[in-house]
């Protein structure tokens, strides 16, 4: 086993391709297989799945990936302290659902630990994709929403794919509506109050299912819907629509302005927020620096 070797996985991992790999190294995509594979047959197990939608980790390679995370940092360590080589390239990816205080922690890191070489991915995606990102260490963590009517499903989901929610905060449900809406003069919403209004939810493509949305109360009917993919539309049709979220009531006005408001919505349920990780894998010097900016970023929202 050699550094290289090690090198050359974690690069493939990130990529999720051997063939956009071996472009990023530039190095022919036969000489990256044969190092991946001899690493493999070394270890004496299996560390990538070839399947039809590209590369996975095995159980086992989960495991080893971590391992080799870690060396590979420790190394860069110490060739920055005796031999004054400056640091690699830092690497890190992060899956969310469509929060505004992922992406500001995200901004907080890279501004105190981004130094002049970085290559991060900040994903705000669907609730299954986050599952299947830490699952496969597409990305060291996912931020990721439970409730009373979710939780038992995902917590089961979690579990047979060996990982872990760590909650970081609990809040009450509030709306998100634009400031010029008739409904931003309450000190609070009811059901009801909402029910003239288009209901606003994300887009969870083919697994659509309630307990994945990232909207508590989605099984509620109402006459007005949209499902929109990004935070910019779902703003846009808040100002042009009147139309309203269901979220935790976080938001940065610092990354997203004061045209969108946040209003408590009078309703008997609470949303946990928290973190996933894979049980397998050790985090990375970077992924801890994010988690440290991230607990700090809520801590700023006085919710801890």
Known sequence: MTLQQLKYLIAVVNSGSINEAAKNLYISQPTLSKAIKELEREMGITILKRTSTGIVLSPDGAE???????????????????????????????????????????????????GDKYQFSLR?????????????????????????????????????????????????????????????????????????????????????????????????HSPKNILVSDRATIFNCMIGLNGYTISSGILSEELNGTDIIPVPLDVNDEIKVGTVTNNKAQLSRVAKLYLEELVRTIESYNLL
């Open 124 to 220: 705000e995606t669907r609730t299954y994709e986050i599952i299947d990102d830490v699952k496969n260490l597409k990305s060291e963590i996912g931020v990721m929403y439970m409730n009373n009517f979710n939780e038992k499903i995902l917590t089961q989901l979690l579990k047979e794919n060996h990982l872990t929610f760590e909650l970081l905060f609990t809040a009450r449900p509030h709306v998100f509506i634009s400031k010029t809406n008739p409904l931003a003069q309450k000190d609070k919403v009811t059901l009801e109050d909402l029910e003239p209004y288009p209901r606003l939810s994300f887009d969870q493509g083919e697994h659509s299912s309630f307990y994945f949305s990232e909207e508590i109360l989605s099984t509620l």
């Open 64 to 114: 080893f990936l971590s391992y080799a995370r870690q060396i590979t940092e420790q190394v860069e360590l110490l060739e920055n302290k005796y031999l004054d080589m400056p640091y690699q390239e830092q690497l890190l990816s992060v899956s969310t659902q469509h929060y505004s205080f992922s992406v500001d922690a995200m901004v907080r890191m890279i501004k105190l630990h981004g």
